[in-house]
């Protein structure tokens, strides 16, 4: 299955979410030098008067944990359909609007931060190479949404056709597609259509060929995005599909939950499919892959976000079988084209090791090591009929590297210095094609050649939109509360003085085992120009250093992740990269509660704060069908032990009254159903009562988008405009 990383997903509005925004125009041709990085911030900047906020009135409700009562003022605020909370988040909409509309710059920063959201994006992504055809996704300005198109011959991307377009389906740009699957043979492809970026989605077939619909629309209930899946079997007569009980099936409380897996035959009744897969974890996300041929269908379930994952491979003749439970902690598995079911396993080896099995007749426990743990993190593997190739991350940047089918090293495919891997998509003899972007150079096409090992720019790549000759990047390390080591990136221009004098952007994630890879953000060149720094931490919590990496910063010792993002801040003000007035910290979708657990233990260490789809109510979260996926990685407040660790660092309970905290924006969407807009309405309401400082604390709340996928263009820019005004004015940053 290929997971489409909408243009939201992938455009500098999600980088700068994710990582940093660069905020004015680029002035001047690329070859000129731009100004003096010390001269062109200001500390204070003049704007207009914020109004006062909405009125919002305390309604305590108080419950025992055990044996705490805890109050809850503004627990009224969670729900979305009260007619009260709808006039409340539309008076807080037109107060951030007031306030973020007329402030100085804003309608000059909307023509350079259009091209750079536009034409950031790869123009090609989300490839797969079926019975000779490559599928791809393309992105193509000034249209919403990205759209399916194939390449015949590949290499060639103006002999693209396209297959499916979403902004022909529904000209408003609110239907997107979330993911695709070919058939083995190329020859038709099944699609997710979802609209106003919810996480429902439905099915829809083609035939490639004709670019016809040819069956029935299959649905995939509400729930989760992540966790709908779709693998063909070998003949393409029909797939297997993820699918949340509908509206009807089981209890009312369990819709959300119980996903499982079914076949479905094209041309017959969607409601005869029957479950391929039964007795999996209430809190399933199931991942499905067709192997090369078709003959073997893996399955991953996930038990929450980050949580356990089993395992079942389906071979052709038979049915579905489990390979691994949680307990045997496996990663991945994949089925070669030789018969053999390769796993990556953290069992003994927190950094991944590689093994291989019989995907016929798969026995975990005589499995054989293939590659054995190395010094980085092995995340993925691609077997071929004569070489192993796998994809690893050495701290954040990715790593490539080939052996024979008996473990034997073969070599390293060359990437990009400091940079990051997405996609690899294996082509023919060995052939492959990959994604590689870093921090200066833009996300490309590459093309592996096994007989040179060499490798090739392709021409399916969007021409970069800013220069980054005049920039460097430096691997830092800071030293935590507790002595370990936090690698720390930090971009800048290579004149820039360290004099604490420099605008800058901190962000990180730490949570889930993600990986923060390197990534290209032209809008950064903006920020660059005005004598800004952008530093990316990678923190535990992350996957970044492995099994160990991830469970240090999880559950009750998740305190130890915002103990790394401190000791990150302090380091740059060592280095005197910057000092806490002009420091901005910058959340992204992906780090729900760093933000928060920032801007309520360490207010006084920055200015500014942006925040998006963020969680804060550490208590109620697992309440909603969304928060309940959560658990395993935050934990539970049915244990005593995780409440406390919850309830001590739960930034909505944290807020205290009189303490003057910093310029926060808090963006979410009402149809994000993976961190409910709840928690910002409370966290924007419980923060405005407590300050006694004269920063704005904004709340942007959509009305029509949820956390970015499937975010139409003109929705992505305006938000993007947002956040830069926002930084510009708080930072006191002025057009050179």
Known sequence: MTLVRSFAALAPLALLLLACPGTSPVTGPKDKAGPSPSASASVEAPGPELDAPPPTPKKAVFKEYHGESVADDYQWLEDGTSSDVKSWVGDHNRRTRAFLDILPGRQALYTSVRKFVEYGTPAFYAFQHKGGVLFSM???????????????????????????????????????????????????????????????????????GSGREIAEVVPQGAG??????????????????????????????????????????????????????????????????????????????????????????????????????????VERTVAGPDGDLYIISK???????????????????????????????????????????????AGG???????????????VVPTLPVSAVHEVVLLQEDDLYFENESFTEASAWYRFRASSGKVEK?????????DFGDATVVRETCTSKDGTKIPLSILRRKDAKFDGQNPTI????????????????????????????????????????????????????KQTVFDDFFACAERLFELKVTKSDKLALLGAPQSPLLMGAALTQRPDMFRAIVARGGIYDMLRLEGTPNGAYDVPEYGSIADEKQFKALYGYSPYHRVED???????????????????????????ARLLAATSAKAPILLRSSGDTGRGVGTPLDHAVLEAVDVYTFLFHVLGIRKP
Do not use: C
């Not at 743990?373 to 593997?381: C, F, I, K, P, Q």
């Not at 940047?397 to 070599?411: A, T």
């Not at 392709?458 to 939109?465: D, G, L, N």
């Not at 949570?511 to 530093?535: E, H, K, M, N, Q």
């Open 224 to 329: 989760r995005y992540k966790g709908k899946s779709i693998a063909w079997n070998a003949g393409g007569t029909g797939f297997f599909y993820t699918r949340y009980p509908a509206e009807g099936e089981g209890k009312p409380e369990d819709r959300g939950f119980f996903q499982k897996v079914y076949f479905h035959k094209l041309h017959t009744p969607v409601k005869d499919d029957a479950p391929a897969i039964d007795k999996l974890p209430r809190l399933a996300q199931i991942d499905l892959e067709t192997s090369g041929d078709g003959k073997f269908v893996t399955a991953r379930a996930e038990s929450g976000y980050g949580g356990p994952k089993e395992h079942h491979v389906f071979r052709q003749g038979g049915g579905f079988s489990k390979v691994a439970d949680a307990a045997d902690e």
């Open 347 to 393: 069992k003994d080896a927190p950094r991944g090791k590689l093994l291989r099995t019989s995907a016929w007749k798969p026995q975990l426990a005589k499995a054989t090591v293939v590659v054995p743990e190395g010094e980085s993190v092995l995340l993925d593997v691609l077997p071929t009929l004569q070489r192993i190739y796998v994809r690893s991350s």
């Open 138 to 208: 393309r992105w193509r300005p000034p249209k919403q949404q990205p759209f399916l198109v194939t390449l015949t011959p590949v290499d060639k991307p103006n002999a693209e056709k396209v297959l499916l377009d979403p902004n022909t389906v529904d000209p408003s740009g609110n239907t997107s597609i979330d993911y695709y699957v070919a058939s083995p043979d190329g020859g038709k492809v099944a699609v997710s259509l979802s609209k106003g970026d919810r996480a429902g989605g439905s099915i829809h077939v083609f035939d490639v």
């Open 658 to 684: 009189g303490k003057p905290y910093p310029a926060t924006l808090l963006l979410t969407g009402e149809n994000d159903p993976r961190g409910d807009p709840s928690h910002a309405r409370k966290m924007a």
């Open 506 to 557: 901190l962000t990180g994630q730490g949570g889930f085992g993600v990986v923060v890879s390197p990534d290209y953000d032209p809008t950064r060149r903006a920020w660059l120009d005005v004598g800004g720094i952008v530093a990316v931490a990678n923190l535990r919590g992350g996957g970044e250093g492995g099994d160990g990496w991830h469970k240090a910063g999880m559950l009750t010792q």
């Open 397 to 411: 940047p990715s790593e490539m590297r080939w052996f024979d089918l008996k473990g034997k090293p073969g070599g």
């Open 458 to 466: 392709t021409a399916m790549a969007q021409p970069a939109t800013a």
